[in-house]
C-alpha cells in the first residue's frame, strides 16, 4: 500500500523541519538529497535529476513535498537550471508513473517578482522572462512546470514561503549575523522597505496542510508568510540582538549599494559575492502579501508569531547549542 | 476590446457605412431593461466609455459608438454637419434594432449630436446624462479660447490634420489639477490617438472642429440652435450632469446654461477633474451606474409652502428695543454697539439696497465681508430678501475658497475692499456690489419688506475639507430656523442672555435667537490668538452669560489666565454655560477652563457642517467615563436620533441602520435641524442621504451600553485589516498618553489586507523608530503595528487647525516603506 511521503532537499532547513513536523504526526517519510539528512528515516541519497534515484525513493510514495532547489545568489546558469527545472521535470514525470496523488512544489515569491513595491497582492502569476536573476527565473519556470501538470489525480500546489527564517538557518541568519560580528552589516536607504517573512515552523506547517488540501486547491499558486510584516532595519535590529551583535547603525544610498552589488557579480563571477544588485533590489522593495486566500484554502495559520520567533533564534543563541547530532538512517520497512 | 464590433448602416446620404462600436451585449440576445447609448466628441472616440462598457451589470446594454469619420468608423470623404450626424445616429440605432428605453450619454462635442437623437426619440427615451458638453455659447462666455484658436482657419488644417496636437492636447487636458492622482498613463493616451494615427484618418477631426458654429450663419447654427431650445421641452425627462470644473473647454458657464435649460437636471461636479472627466474621475462610472441602476426618477418636486421664515422675527419683534443686539470689543477696551433698534432698521435699509443693487429671492450671494457687524447686517438682509448667502472662511485656503464660491456659482458677490479684491483676484463669478456703495445704494431705496419663505434657501456653507475637496452644503430657512430652536430650547437662551461669540460662525445666530451677542477683539479666523483676557473684557462689557468657543481658542486662554485682574475673574465666574465645538476638546484643556469659569456649565457638543448640534457631553459626564474606544461625545440631544451603519469585513457601511450597542459603524443622524444636502454632488448626496429622512456623518464611532455616542475617526480613515475594520482614535490616544506629541494611526495596502502603522510627531534621523522604541508604542498601545514611524510635523487642516490629514500620511508611509527601489 503507498502511504508515504517523500520529500526531496531534506538536508535544507525547511526540509528537515517538514519532515520532523510530519513524523510527529505519524507519517511514514522517505527522503532525498544528495548528502546525509540526519533524520531518522528512509533515506534515498542522489541527484534530483537521476532518473533511478528518483524511482528508488518514490517506491511506497502517494504524496511528495518537493523542497529540493539551487537556493544561492549566484552562480553557473545551468546547474541552477539542471537542478531547478530539469529537476522538477524529472521528479513530476517519475511520480506521475508511481501513482502518486498529491505533490507540494516548493516555490518562491520572486517568481513574479518583478522589482517593483508588493503591496498587499496576492499571489500573481510566476513570470520566467521577467523574474529577477538566475534562481527566481529557474524557479518560475519550475513552478509553471509543475502546475501545468496538475489534475484531479496529480494535484499539484505551489507553495511560495515568504523570506523563511529560524534557529540554525545559515541561508539568511547565519550570513546577517556574521556580517554583524564583522562589522560589515549596514542598512540599505534606512531599511525602510516593509517585508514579509516566514518563521521555519510556519513555513514547514504550511507546506503539510498544502499536502493535505492538495486536490482541493489543485493547479494553484500561494504566497506565505507569518502576515506579520516589519521594516527590514527592524528585522535586522531583532536578529542581531537575538545573536547577541550590534545591529547595523549606518545607511547607504540604494543607488549606490545597487551600483556595488553589479561590479561585484562581474567581480565574484560565478562564485558567491557578499552582495548582489538582486539582493539590494529585495532589501530596498516593499514585499509584503495578501494572507486570506492562503490562510482560508489550505486551512492554515501560522502557529509561531514574529515574536515567538525572535524568542526561540534568542535561545538558540544564548543557550549555544551545538548543531543536532547526526542521526542514523533508520532502515524502514 | 470589450465589446468591440462593426455594424453597416445608411448614412444620411442613403449610403451604407461601416460603423465601429462597443457593445456590452455582443453576442447576447434577450432584452435589456435599458440601453445606454453614448457618444463621444472630438476628438475622442468609443475608448473613453471603456470603463462604463465593462463595468455595467448584465442587465444594461451600453452601446458606444465611434462617429462617422472618427474612431474605427469608416473615413467617407463627407463634410458631416451636426443635422447629417443626428441622421446617422438614428439610423444607426434602427439598424441596431433598439426600440426598448435608452438613456442618451454625451461628452463634448457629443452632447448636441446625443441631444439630436433624444429629441428624434422621445417615445423611448428614459434619461439624458452630459458629461462636459455645450449646446450654446452662454451670453457671458466667449467661445472657449482653445476652440477659436483651433478654428482659426490656418491653424485649422495644420493643427487637425497634419499634426496630431489637437488629440495629444485634448488628452493632456486630463488630471492634471489632481494632484494625488497620477496623469493619464501612456497606455490610455496612446489609445486615444491610435485611430487617427495617419493624416488622412484625421479628416474628420477637422471637419468637426469646423462644424462648430460659432457664427449665427454657420451652416450648422440652426440645427444646434432647434436642439439647445428644443431640450426645454425635455422637463418631465430625468437628466444627470456629470462635469470636470477644470476644463479650459467647457467650464462651469456651459454646466449653467445647460441646468437653466434643464431646471431639473440632477448634478454632480468632480472638483478637479478637467475636460476628460470620465478619466479624471475613477469614480464617475460608479456614481453613472448607480443613478441608472436606481431607476432615474425626476427629483421630488419641492413643494414650497409659502409659510414665511421666521429667521428675521427676531429682529422685527426688538424693533423699537434700544438695548444692544451687537456689541463689537475695540483694540483699546472700548466696545462699539449697537441697539436692536438699530440693527433691525439696517438690515432693512440694506436689503433694499440690495434689491436696488439686483438681488433677487433665490439668488445665491457669495458674502466677502470678515466677521462683524458688516457681516451679520448682510445675512440677514439677504435673508429677509429670500437669497441665499454663500460663506467662506479662510480656513479653507485661498485655493479652496476659490473653488467653493466657483461651485456654488453666485449671481451676485458682496463684499469689503479687500473682498472684491479678492474675488477679482480668484476670479469669482457675479456682479459686484462692494460695501463702501451700501450708503448710496440705501439713499436710493426703501427699506424692503419680508420675502422670504421657509424653503428658500438659506446659506452655502462649507466642510473643512479635511478629507477631500470642501464640499458645499445647503440650509433652507426652515433649517437654520430649527437649529435656532434647538439651541434656545437646549440651552434655555432667552432676552436675559448675552452670548459671547468667540467663534466666528455663531456670531451670526445671536439675532435671530433673540439674545445680544458679545464680539470679543480677536482675528476669528485664528482662534488660538484670543487671550483671557479679551474673553473676560468681553464678558464684563456685555454682562456675557453664554461663551461660545473654539478648543483652539480655549487653549489659548488657558494659557493666557495668569493675566487676569481680580475684576475680570470676577466677570468670568458669572457665565453660566460655556460650548466648545469644532474638535474634540481634551479632558485636561476642560479642567483647567473649569478653573476660570467656576459656576458655568462646561459642555462640548459634536456635530459637523451638515447638523450641529447632534450630540453632547459635559465636563463631568467625561470625567465619569474615562478612556475609552473613542471620544466620548455624550447623548442625542432632544430630538435628534442616533444610529449606527454597521461597517462589514472590508470597513465599507452596510445600508441598514441600527441601534444595537457597542456596534461600531458610520455615524447616522435624524433630525429636523439637519442640512437640506450638497450643492451640485448628486452621488455624495445620494449616499449621505441613503437612509430616507437620515444623514450619514462620514465619521465612525458607536453606542455605549447607556446609549451615549463615542466617536471613533472618520470613515475615510477606517483601516481595513485582514482580520477585520479598525478604527484609529483609541490607539493614537494610548500613544499621546505613553508620550508622543501627537500620533495618527493609518493603513496602507489593500482595503481588506491593510497593516497599521503608527505615526508620531517627532524629530529624528530616520523615519523608524528602533525596535525597542517601537514596541514601547506596541505594548502600551496593545497593537502590533506593522511599522512605528516619525514625522517633524503632521499634517492638518488649516481650519481647525487639529485635523490631522490621514489619507495624505497614509501614502506618505506607503511611499517610504514602499523602500527607495519600490
Redesign the interface.
Known amino acids: 500500500m503507498n502511504d508515504r511521503v517523500l520529500v526531496t532537499g531534506a538536508s535544507g532547513l525547511l526540509g528537515r523541519t517538514v519532515v520532523q513536523q510530519l513524523l510527529s504526526r505519524g507519517e511514514r517519510v522517505t527522503v532525498m538529497q544528495r548528502g546525509e539528512s540526519g533524520l531518522p528515516v528512509l533515506q534515498v541519497r542522489g541527484d534530483i535529476a537521476d532518473p533511478e534515484a528518483l524511482s528508488l525513493a518514490l517506491e511506497g510514495v502517494d504524496r511528495v513535498i518537493h523542497c529540493a532547489a539551487k537556493v544561492s545568489l549566484n552562480g553557473p546558469p545551468a546547474e541552477f537550471r539542471r537542478i531547478n527545472v530539469d529537476g522538477t521535470s524529472a521528479l513530476l514525470a517519475a511520480a506521475r508513473a508511481c501513482d502518486v496523488h498529491s505533490f507540494v512544489h516548493v516555490s518562491t515569491p520572486s517568481v513574479a517578482h518583478l522589482?517593483?513595491?508588493i503591496?498587499?497582492?496576492g499571489a500573481q502569476p510566476a513570470d520566467p522572462g521577467r523574474a529577477r536573476g538566475q534562481y527566481a527565473r529557474t524557479k518560475a519556470e519550475a513552478e509553471l512546470l509543475a502546475l501545468a501538470e496538475s489534475d484531479s489525480a496529480f494535484a499539484v500546489v505551489a507553495i511560495r514561503p515568504h523570506l523563511v527564517w529560524g534557529p540554525g538557518d545559515e541561508q539568511l541568519i547565519g550570513r546577517i549575523v556574521a556580517r554583524a560580528r564583522a562589522g560589515r552589516l549596514f542598512l540599505?536607504?534606512?531599511?525602510?522597505?516593509?517585508i514579509d517573512t516566514t518563521y521555519i515552523d510556519n513555513a514547514a506547517s504550511a507546506l503539510v496542510a498544502a499536502l493535505d488540501t492538495c486536490q482541493a486547491n489543485q493547479g494553484r499558486a500561494f504566497v506565505i508568510s507569518n502576515?506579520?510584516?516589519?521594516?527590514?532595519?527592524?528585522l535586522l535590529?531583532?536578529i542581531c540582538?537575538a545573536a547577541q551583535e550590534q545591529?547595523p547603525t549606518r545607511?547607504v544610498?540604494?543607488?549606490i549599494a545597487?551600483r556595488a552589488g553589479r561590479v561585484a557579480e562581474r567581480l565574484w563571477g560565478e562564485s558567491e559575492p557578499p552582495l548582489t544588485s538582486f539582493l539590494?533590489?529585495q532589501?530596498?522593495?516593499?514585499h509584503?502579501f495578501?494572507?486570506?486566500e492562503a490562510r482560508s484554502s489550505l486551512c492554515w495559520t501560522p502557529a509561531v508569531s514574529l515574536e515567538e520567533g525572535f524568542a526561540r533564534l534568542a535561545d538558540s543563541y544564548g543557550t549555544r547549542v551545538d548543531p543536532p547530532s547526526t542521526a542514523t538512517s533508520v532502515p524502514v520497512t | 476590446m470589450e465589446g468591440s464590433r462593426t455594424v453597416r448602416a445608411a448614412d444620411f446620404t442613403g449610403v451604407e457605412r461601416q460603423w465601429h462600436l462597443l457593445d456590452s451585449w455582443r453576442g447576447r440576445i434577450g432584452t435589456p431593461s435599458v440601453t445606454l447609448l453614448c457618444v463621444h466628441g472630438n476628438p475622442t472616440w468609443s475608448y473613453l466609455w471603456r470603463s462604463l462598457v465593462s463595468q455595467a451589470p448584465e442587465s444594461i446594454r451600453v452601446i458606444a459608438v465611434d462617429q462617422l469619420d472618427m474612431g474605427y468608423s469608416e473615413r467617407t470623404g463627407i463634410d458631416r454637419r451636426l443635422a447629417d450626424r443626428v441622421i446617422d445616429l438614428g439610423n444607426l440605432t434602427s439598424e441596431l434594432g433598439i426600440t426598448g428605453p435608452v438613456i442618451t450619454v454625451a461628452h463634448d462635442w457629443g452632447g448636441p449630436v446625443s441631444l439630436g437623437w433624444a429629441l428624434a426619440h422621445r417615445h423611448q427615451l428614459a434619461g439624458i446624462i452630459l458629461l462636459n458638453t455645450a449646446i450654446h455659447q452662454p451670453p457671458e462666455a466667449r467661445a472657449p479660447a482653445l476652440i477659436r484658436l483651433a478654428r482659426s482657419r490656418p491653424l485649422l488644417t495644420l493643427n487637425t490634420r497634419l499634426t496630431s496636437l489637437f488629440i495629444t492636447s485634448t488628452t493632456s487636458l486630463s488630471r492634471v489639477a489632481r494632484g494625488s492622482l497620477p496623469r493619464m498613463s501612456k497606455a490610455d493616451a496612446d489609445a486615444y490617438l491610435a485611430p487617427y494615427d495617419e493624416s488622412a484618418r484625421r479628416a474628420g477631426v477637422r471637419q468637426f472642429v469646423a462644424d462648430i458654429p460659432l457664427e449665427d450663419d454657420h451652416p450648422s447654427a440652426h440645427e444646434l440652435t432647434r436642439i439647445a431650445e428644443g431640450i426645454r421641452e425635455l422637463g418631465d425627462v430625468p437628466a444627470l450632469l456629470m462635469w470636470g470644473p477644470d476644463d479650459p473647454v467647457f467650464s462651469d458657464l456651459y454646466l449653467h446654461d445647460l441646468e437653466r435649460r434643464l431646471p431639473h437636471a440632477q448634478v454632480h461636479r468632480y472638483e478637479g477633474a478637467r475636460h476628460l472627466v470620465i478619466d479624471d474621475a475613477p469614480e464617475l462610472v460608479r456614481d453613472l451606474l448607480e443613478w441608472v441602476a436606481a431607476g432615474p426618477a425626476l427629483p421630488d418636486a419641492h413643494v414650497a409652502s409659502n409659510e414665511p421664515s421666521t429667521l428675521n422675527d427676531a429682529l422685527s419683534a426688538r424693533h423699537l428695543d434700544s438695548s444692544a443686539a451687537l456689541i463689537t470689543m475695540g483694540e483699546t477696551g472700548n466696545a462699539h454697539s449697537i441697539s436692536w433698534a438699530m440693527l433691525a432698521e439696517r438690515v432693512a435699509r440694506v436689503a433694499g439696497a440690495l434689491e436696488e443693487a439686483g438681488v433677487r429671492r433665490g439668488h445665491r450671494v457669495s458674502v466677502l465681508i470678515p466677521p462683524g457687524p458688516d457681516l451679520i447686517c448682510s445675512v440677514y438682509a439677504l435673508w429677509r430678501i429670500g437669497a441665499c448667502a454663500v460663506i467662506v472662511d479662510r480656513g479653507l485656503g485661498i485655493l479652496g475658497m476659490r473653488r467653493a464660491i466657483r461651485g456654488a456659482a453666485p449671481q451676485h458677490v458682496i463684499g469689503s475692499r479687500e473682498g472684491l479684491l479678492l474675488a477679482r483676484t480668484l476670479r469669482i463669478p457675479g456682479a459686484r456690489i462692494s460695501m463702501r456703495d451700501l450708503p448710496r445704494l440705501i439713499g436710493d431705496s426703501a427699506p424692503a419688506e419680508m420675502h422670504a419663505t421657509k424653503d428658500d434657501e438659506a446659506v452655502v456653507v462649507f466642510t473643512s475639507g479635511a478629507t477631500g475637496p470642501a464640499k458645499g452644503v445647503i440650509y433652507r430657512h426652515r433649517q437654520v430656523a430649527e437649529t435656532m430652536n434647538l439651541l434656545a430650547s437646549h440651552y434655555s437662551l432667552g432676552a436675559q442672555d448675552t452670548l459671547v461669540a468667540a467663534f466666528a460662525p455663531w456670531a451670526l445666530l445671536g439675532p435671530g435667537l433673540g439674545i445680544s451677542s458679545v464680539i470679543p477683539d480677536m482675528d476669528v479666523t485664528r482662534p488660538a490668538t484670543l487671550t483671557a483676557s479679551d474673553i473676560a473684557q468681553a464678558v464684563r462689557t456685555g454682562h456675557g452669560t453664554v461663551v461660545w468657543a473654539a478648543p483652539a481658542a480655549l487653549r489659548n486662554v488657558v494659557a493666557t489666565s495668569g493675566s487676569l485682574s481680580d475684576d475680570d475673574r470676577r466677570a468670568c465666574a458669572s457665565v453660566r454655560l460655556l460650548l466648545s465645538a469644532g474638535a474634540p476638546v481634551p479632558l485636561s484643556l476642560l479642567e483647567q477652563t473649569a478653573q476660570i469659569f467656576p459656576q458655568a456649565s462646561l459642555r462640548t457638543p459634536y456635530g459637523m457642517t451638515e447638523a450641529l448640534p447632534v450630540a453632547e457631553a459635559d465636563l463631568n459626564a467625561i470625567r465619569a467615563q474615562g478612556m475609552g474606544n473613542g471620544v466620548f461625545v455624550g447623548a442625542a440631544l432632544p430630538g435628534v436620533e442616533i444610529a449606527i451603519a454597521p461597517l462589514d469585513d472590508r470597513g465599507v457601511p452596510v445600508d441598514d441602520l441600527t441601534d444595537t450597542r457597542e456596534v461600531t459603524g458610520e455615524i447616522a443622524v435624524r433630525a429636523s435641524h439637519i442640512r437640506e444636502g450638497y450643492d451640485r454632488l448628486w452621488a455624495t448626496n445620494a449616499r449621505a442621504s441613503r437612509n430616507l429622512g437620515w444623514h450619514r456623518t462620514g465619521d465612525v464611532g458607536h453606542l455605549d451600553e447607556a446609549g451615549n455616542l463615542w466617536v471613533e475617526g472618520r470613515l475615510a480613515h477606517v483601516i481595513s485589516t485582514?482580520e477585520g475594520p479598525l478604527t484609529s482614535i483609541s490607539l493614537e490616544q494610548l500613544a499621546i498618553l505613553n508620550g508622543a506629541v501627537n500620533a495618527a494611526c493609518v493603513g496602507?495596502?489593500?482595503l481588506?489586507?491593510?497593516?497599521a502603522v503608527l505615526i508620531i510627531e517627532e524629530a529624528g534621523p530616520?523615519?523608524?523608530l528602533?525596535?525597542a522604541e517601537?514596541d514601547r508604542f506596541r505594548q502600551a498601545c496593545d497593537f502590533?503595528f506593522?511599522?512605528v514611524m516619525r514625522i517633524d510635523r503632521m499634517p492638518v487642516d488649516i481650519r481647525h487647525n487639529s485635523k490631522i490629514d490621514r489619507l495624505h500620511l497614509s501614502a506618505w508611509a506607503?511611499e517610504?516603506?514602499?523602500?527607495?527601489?519600490?
Not at chain 1, 532589501?283 to 516593499?286: D, E, V
Not at chain 2, 481588506?752 to 497593516?755: A, D, L, P, R, V
Not at chain 2, 517610504?816 to 519600490?822: D, E
Open positions: 522589482g517593483r513595491a503591496h498587499g497582492d540599505i536607504d534606512h531599511g525602510y522597505a516593509l502576515g506579520e510584516p516589519r521594516t527590514v532595519a527592524e535590529e531583532r540582538r545591529p545607511s544610498p540604494a543607488s545597487l539590494v533590489e532589501l530596498s522593495t516593499a509584503w495578501d494572507q486570506r | 485582514a496602507i495596502g489593500p481588506g489586507t491593510q497593516q530616520s523615519h523608524l528602533n525596535a517601537s502590533p506593522a511599522a506607503s517610504i516603506l514602499g523602500g527607495a527601489l519600490g
